[in-house]
């Protein structure tokens, strides 16, 4: 592959997902041009100032705006409010000369061929040979935007189509048109992957390429059935949300978000474009779809559409439901389904589908009506849409949230067994499928040496997946590089004398089994000749924190010996992360709260996804952190002391972050509030981090010196004391913090700050832990702070008391 740097980028349109994909490629460090239409009008506050159409803040209101207002949204595009700084704006009669000192140009102008042949043409101008120029469109055949342009254009031009939210949804299609360079290809496949964080999925130019084709048609087929069968939008929303893995928003939310007209333009156009899809009528609208669509109730864009909010005779907040004989809203209506309730303690969503898939009532029958479905007709889109049936997986995948794509499910529920439940169902699968199970083949994918494979039709055998080669996935090592196991963690072999601790509880909680295993894999690496650890996995978070029921029980009963040896057991745990002789480094991804956080900054450095949240967030149960975190703070802002600072404002800093439970929203934050110390880096791909700590581990491995306890951690004593305690009083005052607010954080204060000394003085480590505990065991006295557990614990929300 050439050499080729992206050093500046030029984004042309800054509507939703132009402005957005602009802020994407600033969150990884790259300059942005951004550039849109000059406005026709005058807005009244222009006039009002004496500005004319040629004003510069005029000509640029357009694409600042729409800066500005991606920017603010919710969920924010950015990682840190600095990487804005990163984008230029401009627009496109006075700027586009800019795009020639640009390495990469992407259209996001209004999906009408005309004009993105216009913008084309203006881009031949100025662009200089070489550059990248790609299209973010959704639905245009590549062949069409490329006509009448130059070979250099042609040759360089390709389709990227990003998914909405850019940084939140995996999914880049790269779709390649018919003169595209192959080493463009390769170039944007790489680079989506390694720098942008993306699954990036090799599409056929074909109407809406692969995640669209398929998703949508999930989501029409679903419709179908639920007309047939009667069920409510609240029922068929808990049937296909978290509890097949996938987004909370299921079915009707996910409609209302995305836009009922932007669902329904799609499956029109699939309809008008797929004249030989031998399941075209799926596309077309069912009665109760084009009814919707008729009032007019797309969704969050119309303030209504499956779902609407509105307010009670008491001015509360309430969520009304459509009901879809009525065409009326009313109370959301809540399924309730054998299978459901059965499957609940089914934690293991691989073991969890195919027992729904299988179970005996109306869900189960909902199940086998949509997934038979959905199987048979992905099975026939290969080689249409895809030649290898793993694309086709990944793209649903990473561009609608699902954990588990459709083959992957098919196998889980045994491919010939639901092959024949399909032909009795009406549903026959595509003839490759008989000829590879009347092979001998009994699966899609298999793992074998650590690697991934897939069922590859033309050859008749298994090949790797590609892509895959330089990453750790820990289910390709279940099998074979098991090193030892408890209920909570697995310790796995992950290759050049690393191991890799996997956490497996619910929600990855810390509990005993997992302090078990930190401790028995540490033993192992020392004892056995391991160069080191990693501590991380591959579930949806690394971990929400420790494991409150124990806590909570011993306390009720006021068993004070065990619950102080559970703290000191905790916190023996952190400090054996920290003072091991074999280095550790933490791979996180999505939450690490409270003892999450505080193993991860005990460990010898973090290895972020770009989406991890971390926080100590023990306040919101009526606790300080106790595993560490409280010394941690105190023991980092002693470090980040300078001469000339001013010491009380970064410890202010740390002290409101735990006062608050204060969460960063991205690895960038985690660096700005003191959680990631200076070796610690971030990947942007999932599933790279694993693989990411292992080269860490080999790094510090070579030269690696055991740390020692600190005993030179500055702590303020009673003057720092003195100054937080006039501000908690002003909170409370203020009413920014309740009585028991205020009394977890004084006792914050007295920890961080050292406790009762009458002068800024050098600590110990062992010093502060002992403070932390005492604050810890002393509050979880309070019946309040048990109310705040309790409520976590059976009603799964925080409670202010």
């Given amino acids: 592959m050439k050499n080729r740097t992206i050093k500046k980028v030029a984004v042309l349109g800054s509507g939703v997902m132009g402005s957005r994909i602009a802020l994407h490629f600033a969150n990884i460090g790259v300059e942005v041009v951004l550039l849109d239409i000059v406005p026709r009008e005058l807005t009244e506050k222009e006039q009002a100032a004496g500005l004319t159409l040629q004003d510069k803040a005029v000509r640029n209101r357009l694409v600042n ?22 984008v230029t704006t401009g627009n496109f009669e006075d700027n586009m000369s800019m795009i020639s000192e640009c390495d990469w140009v992407i259209e996001v102008v209004v999906e009408r061929l005309d004009i993105k042949k216009i913008v084309f043409e203006q881009v031949e101008k100025y662009r200089k040979p070489g550059t990248l120029i790609t299209s973010n469109t959704s639905g245009i055949p590549m062949k069409f935007m490329v006509d009448g342009r130059s070979d250099d254009f042609r040759k360089h031009f390709c389709g990227t189509h990003f998914f909405n939210p850019p940084r939140y949804l995996r999914l880049l299609e790269i779709i390649p048109a018919p003169e595209t360079d192959p080493e463009i290809v390769d170039f944007l496949m790489h680079y989506g992957d390694k720098f942008l964080g993306k699954e990036t999925v090799l599409c056929k130019d074909t109407p809406a390429f692969i995640a669209n084709r398929i998703g949508v048609y999930s989501m029409m087929s679903a419709m179908k059935v639920v007309e047939e069968m009667g069920l409510t939008v609240g029922e068929v929303d808990k049937l296909t949300g978290p509890v097949l893995g996938r987004p909370k928003s299921a079915t009707f939310r996910t409609t209302d978000v995305v836009g009922l007209d932007t669902m329904v333009n799609v499956a029109n156009n699939l309809y008008e474009g797929l004249p030989e899809d031998e399941s075209r009528d799926a596309f077309k609208l069912t009665r109760i779809v084009q009814e919707v669509y008729d009032k007019g109730w797309w969704g969050d864009k119309r303030k209504q559409g499956y779902y609407k909010k509105t307010k009670d005779e008491n001015g509360k907040k309430v969520i009304l439901e459509l009901n879809l004989e009525t065409m009326e809203y009313g109370p959301k209506t809540r399924g309730k389904f054998k299978a459901l309730e059965a499957s609940k303690e089914i934690e293991n969503l691989k073991e969890r589908l195919p027992f729904l898939l299988n179970f005996e009532d109306k869900a189960g029958e909902f199940y086998r009506k949509t997934f038979y479905d959905v199987f048979r007709y992905c099975s026939n889109r290969i080689p249409e849409i895809a030649d290898e049936l793993y694309r086709i997986d990944q793209a649903v995948c990473a561009g609608f949230g699902w954990e588990i794509g459709p083959f992957e499910t098919w196998d889980l529920a045994g491919v010939a067994a639901t092959a024949e439940k399909m032909k009795e169902a009406g549903e026959t699968p595509a003839p490759w499928v008989d000829e590879m199970i009347a092979a001998g083949h009994t699966s899609f994918y298999k793992a074998e040496n650590g690697k ?10 298994y090949k790797v997946v590609p892509g895959t080669e330089d990453k750790i996935l820990l289910d390709n090592l279940r099998a074979s590089n098991v090193v030892w196991s408890n209920a909570g963690a697995t310790l796995f072999d992950i290759g050049d004398g690393v191991l890799n601790l996997e956490f497996h509880t619910k929600m990855n909680a810390l509990g005993a ?35 409150l029921a124990m806590l909570f029980m011993f306390a009720c009963e ?9 703290i000191q057991t905790f916190q023996k745990t952190m400090m054996r992360a920290r003072f091991s002789s074999i280095p550790v480094v933490a791979a996180t991804s999505g939450l690490a709260l409270g003892g999450g956080c505080e193993l991860s900054m005990h460990c010898d450095a973090i290895q972020a996804h770009a989406e991890t949240y971390m926080g100590l967030v023990e306040v919101g149960v009526g606790l300080i952190p106790g595993g560490g975190g409280t010394k941690e703070m105190a023991l980092r802002t002693s470090d980040s002391y300078k001469n000339g600072d001013v010491e009380y404002n970064r410890l202010q800093d740390a002290f409101m972050a735990i006062a608050t439970a204060k969460v960063a929203t991205s690895a960038g934050e985690m660096k700005e509030m003191g959680f990631m110390n200076s070796i610690s880096e971030v990947t942007l791909n999932r599933s790279r981090v694993i693989a990411d700590a292992k080269q ?44 028991h607010d205020a009394l977890i954080a004084r006792k914050l204060n007295y920890v961080m ?36 557990i309790q409520s976590i614990l059976f009603k799964g929300r925080p409670l202010r008391n």
Wanted: hydrophobic content about 35%; charged content about 25%.
């Fill in 558 to 566: 006021q068993e004070w010996d065990e619950v102080n040896f559970m």
């Fill in 513 to 547: 089994e997992i302090l078990e295993g930190i401790n028995t894999a540490i033993t192992k690496a020392e004892t056995e000749n391991w160069k080191g650890l990693v501590i991380g996995n591959e579930a949806q978070q690394f971990s929400a924190g420790a494991n």
């Fill in 65 to 86: 705006d729409a800066l500005q207002t991606a920017i603010k949204s919710k969920p924010s595009p950015i990682f840190t409010k600095s990487v804005s700084k990163l």
């Fill in 452 to 461: 991934r494979y897939y069922y590859d039709i033309p050859t008749k055998s």
């Fill in 753 to 788: 700050n050292g406790g009762d000394l009458s002068q800024p003085t050098e600590v110990s480590e062992s010093y502060l832990l002992d403070l932390e505990r005492e604050a810890f065991l002393s509050l979880c006295g309070e019946r309040k702070t048990l109310e705040r």
């Fill in 696 to 739: 860490k581990v080999l790094q510090l491995a070579d030269g690696y010196m055991q740390p020692v306890e600190r005993k030179d951690i500055k702590v303020q004593g009673r003057a720092g004391m003195a100054l937080f305690e006039a501000g908690v009083t002003g909170m409370q005052y203020g009413h920014w913090a309740s009585e």
